[in-house]
C-alpha cells in the first residue's frame, strides 16, 4: 500500500463529523431528506445577504485585464486595508493592511500561521471540546497538541492552562464562541489567560502565542460579545473566515491579522506570506477577496439562528435534556444521558436524528446539535429527542 502510515491512522480515525454527514446523505436517499433530522454539520443555511449578491454579480463582471490573475500572496491591499478597518473597530486596536492578509479560509489561516512559528516538537495548547481538525493542522507542521480541558461550563481553567504550559509551548488555540459548545470566553478570563502567557513568556525566554480562532465572532446572541484579543496580549494572531458569517464556506475566504505590535513583526508577517504561497494556497481566491473587500461589514441574518438557538433549547429542555444554553455559533453540546455517547448518538440516529459524539470534539460523555437547519426540522425532531430520552430514562 502505497498511502503513509500516519494518513491510514487518520483515515482510520476520520473525522466524526463528516462520518455522521455521510450516513446523513445515506439515509436521506433511503428515508426521504424530509423524514431526515440532519444536524451533523455546520454548513450555514442562513442566505449570504442580498447586497453580497448583488456585489458578488458585480465584481463577476469586471473584465479588467489580469483580474483573474494571481494576486499578491498577502492578498489585494486595497481589500486588506477596507478589512483592517473593521478589525481595529472590533478589537480596538488599530491595525492597518500591512498587519494582516488574506487566506484560504480560517483553515488555511491556522495551517499559515502554524506553519510559520512551529519547530519540530513544539507544543500547542488545545482546549476541549475542540474543533477536531485542529490536531491535523498541528500535526501538519510537526507541532505536538497538548490537550487541555476547560471546566463545567467549558470556561477557561486557567490554572490547567498554567500546569499545561512549559518551555515547549509554542502557542494556545482559542476558538470563541466556540465550536461545539458556543462559549464565549470572558473579557477577565481573557486578560487573566494574556498575564499567565506573559509571565510564562518571560520565565521560558520565548514568545508564547494566541492563535484565536474567530469565525463565530459575528454569531453571539442576547447582546454577548466577543472581547477583543489584542487589547489584552500583544503576540497574538487572529484568524478567522467568512465562512459562516456571510454563509460562503465553499468559497474559501478568510483573513488574518497579527498584533501591530507582535514581536518580530515584519519576519512574521513576510514568513506568513511565504507560508500561504508554499502550502499550496498561493494567494487567496482573487474574485473573494474583491466581493468581501466590497463589504467588509455584512453578515446574515443572525436573529435566524437566534430563532433557531430558541427552538431547540426547547425541544431539548422538554424532552429534558442537560445543557448550557449556547451564547453564540449554531451549535449546541448537551450531555449525553447515558455515559456512552457514542453509543446514545446511535440510538438518536435510530430516530433518524443524526448528532455528533463529543469525543470527536475531544470531550466523550457530550454530543454535538447543529443547529443551522430550517426551524421545522428542529420542531419536528421533537419526537425522536423525546422516544430516546424515554429509553434511557
Ligand atoms: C472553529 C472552526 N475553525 C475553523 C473552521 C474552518 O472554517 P473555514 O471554512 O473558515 O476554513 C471551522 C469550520 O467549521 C470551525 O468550526
Known amino acids: 500500500m502505497s498511502i503513509s502510515n500516519k494518513m491510514k491512522m487518520f483515515a482510520k480515525n476520520s473525522s466524526w463529523i463528516r462520518k455522521m ?71 480596538e486596536v488599530t491595525v492597518t493592511g500591512h498587519d494582516m492578509l488574506m487566506t484560504y479560509g480560517a483553515a488555511g489561516g491556522l495551517n499559515i500561521a502554524l506553519k510559520t512559528i512551529l519547530n519540530p516538537g513544539d507544543e500547542v495548547i488545545v482546549l476541549a471540546p475542540y474543533f477536531v481538525d485542529y490536531l491535523h493542522y498541528i500535526d501538519n507542521h510537526g507541532g505536538t ?34 465550536n461545539p459548545c458556543g462559549q464565549i470566553y470572558s473579557e477577565s478570563a481573557m486578560a487573566a489567560l494574556g498575564s499567565l502567557l506573559q ?9 508564547i502565542f494566541i492563535i484565536a480562532d474567530e469565525p463565530y465572532r459575528k454569531i453571539v446572541f442576547d447582546g454577548h460579545q466577543v472581547p ?75 436573529s435566524l439562528y437566534t430563532q433557531r438557538r430558541e427552538s431547540i433549547c426547547s425541544v431539548l429542555q422538554e424532552a429534558g435534556y442537560e445543557f448550557t444554553k449556547p451564547k453564540g455559533t449554531f451549535y449546541i453540546f448537551p450531555k449525553s444521558p447515558i455515559a456512552d455517547e457514542v453509543k446514545f448518538v446511535a440510538m438518536l440516529q435510530d430516530q433518524k436524528i443524526l448528532t455528533v459524539p463529543g469525543r470527536g470534539f475531544g470531550m466523550p460523555g457530550y454530543f454535538r446539535i447543529a443547529f443551522c437547519a430550517p426551524d421545522e426540522v428542529i420542531k419536528k425532531s421533537s419526537e425522536g429527542f423525546n422516544r430516546a430520552m424515554a429509553m434511557v430514562s
Open 199 to 207: 509571565e510564562a513568556s518571560e520565565k521560558f525566554r520565548q514568545a
Open 228 to 302: 477583543s484579543i489584542f487589547k489584552v496580549y500583544r503576540n497574538s494572531i487572529i484568524v478567522t473566515s467568512y465562512s459562516k458569517d456571510l454563509s460562503l464556506p465553499g468559497e474559501r475566504i478568510g483573513h488574518l491579522a497579527v498584533h501591530p505590535e507582535i514581536d518580530e513583526k515584519e519576519q512574521l508577517l513576510q514568513a506568513l506570506g511565504l507560508a500561504n504561497r508554499i502550502l499550496g494556497f498561493m494567494n487567496a481566491p482573487a474574485i473573494m477577496q474583491r466581493a468581501v473587500g466590497a463589504y467588509p461589514d455584512g453578515s446574515v441574518d443572525i
Open 21 to 91: 454527514f455521510e450516513e446523513g446523505a445515506r439515509m436521506k436517499a433511503k428515508y426521504g431528506a424530509d423524514n431526515v433530522y440532519d444536524f451533523s454539520i455546520g454548513n450555514p443555511d442562513a442566505p449570504p445577504p442580498s447586497q453580497f449578491d448583488k456585489i458578488l454579480q458585480e465584481v463577476a463582471q469586471d473584465n479588467t485585464p489580469e483580474v483573474h490573475g494571481y494576486t499578491s500572496s498577502d492578498g489585494h491591499l486595497w481589500v486588506r486595508e477596507a478589512i483592517a478597518k473593521k478589525i481595529s473597530a472590533e478589537q
Open 145 to 178: 497538541s497538548v490537550v487541555v480541558e476547560t471546566d463545567k461550563e467549558f470556561n477557561l481553567d486557567l490554572n490547567a492552562i498554567g500546569a499545561a504550559v512549559n518551555n515547549k509551548t509554542k502557542a494556545i488555540l482559542i476558538n470563541s464562541p466556540n
